[in-house]
């Protein structure tokens, strides 16, 4: 059973920086793409950021290109997401996913591709 657990949320100023770390209970990391997504009230679940297992590579929604950077710790099982620059608009909680390789890299960020999910851990950033 996968399970990831996220951590590393909290309270920062506008222009302020955290990171996210994503625990992850086996291997996953080396063979599933592995995804950031986050949600505040009133709102969908959006993608944010993701890293192909097969391409290797990250994507990004353009809400967030420029200062948010997606990695991957295989050694720890760890997926992390370094967000700079944060403005109050990238407020809300934010979730870990994983999915299986075989998913078409332009929907990389489509949260119905995404069976494993976090708990969540929330991202509060003020004017």
């Known amino acids: 059973q996968v399970q990831l657990m996220e951590s590393g949320g909290g309270s920062v100023q506008s222009g302020g920086s955290l990171r996210l770390s994503c625990a992850a209970s086996?291997?996953?990391?080396?063979?599933?793409?592995m995804a950031w997504f986050r949600q505040s009230p009133g709102k969908e679940r959006e993608g944010v950021a993701a890293f192909s297992a097969e391409r290797g590579i990250p994507y990004y929604a353009d809400s967030v290109k420029g200062r948010f950077d997606i990695s991957l710790d295989n050694t720890r099982n760890t997926v992390y997401l370094q967000m700079n620059n944060l403005k109050p608009e990238d407020s809300g909680m934010y979730y870990c996913?994983?999915?299986?390789?075989?998913?078409?890299?332009?929907?990389?960020?489509?949260?119905?591709?995404?069976?494993?999910w976090g708990q969540g851990t929330q991202v509060t950033v003020s004017s």
């Open positions: 086996s291997f996953i990391t080396r063979r599933y793409s």
């Open positions: 996913a994983a999915t299986p390789p075989g998913i078409a890299f332009r929907s990389i960020l489509d949260v119905d591709l995404y069976p494993r």
